[in-house]
């Protein structure tokens, strides 16, 4: 029987073939695809398409028409394919998390151009920056714009005293 030749991890496989063929209906192809041992005590993958010829008088096929065809580099390159895109799909995973990680130390980055470390609040450059995006906005849109400054006395002290997050 061709079972005894097919390759273990196959066997169930083979065993479901042979139950799909007792079951067809004439004329229907049964195809699967097996590794079985060859003369030479090799591996190859074949494609087996099974029509049932003749069946007994209880119905039970007794004679089939086989084809069998090697497709063992099919398989190779199948299986290889398989394997690139396994590889693909780990390197991508990989991108996404460092893409992950780049855009958070650019938000880190960001911050810490635009931010005084000690206050947490905008430096001298993001201040600029707010101030030319505002300007253009106020002539855009015709708008008009006032700047506020005030310099609170002896805020120093202040500071000195209840620290810089205080003041």
Request: with cysteine; net charge negative.
């Amino acid at each position: 029987s061709l079972c005894d030749l097919v390759h273990p991890e196959e066997m169930e496989k083979c065993k479901e073939n042979l139950r799909s063929i007792r079951k067809a209906a004439d004329d229907e192809v049964i195809e699967t695809t097996c590794r079985i041992r060859t003369a030479s005590n090799e591996w190859r993958w074949i494609q087996i398409r099974s029509v049932v010829f003749r069946r007994n008088e209880p119905g039970e096929p007794v004679e089939l028409i086989r084809t069998i065809h090697d497709v063992s580099v099919q398989m190779r390159s199948e299986t290889e394919l398989h394997e690139k895109v396994r590889q693909l799909r780990v390197v991508q995973m990989e991108l996404r998390e460092r893409q992950d990680q780049l855009q958070d130390l650019n938000q880190r980055l960001a911050a810490l151009a635009t931010t005084d470390g000690l206050t947490g609040l905008y430096n001298y450059r993001a201040f600029h920056e707010k101030l030319a995006e505002e300007t253009r906005r106020a002539r855009r849109y015709d708008y008009p714009l006032s700047i506020v400054f005030s310099d609170v006395d002896d805020f120093k002290a202040y500071n000195d005293r209840f620290g810089h997050p205080a003041g």
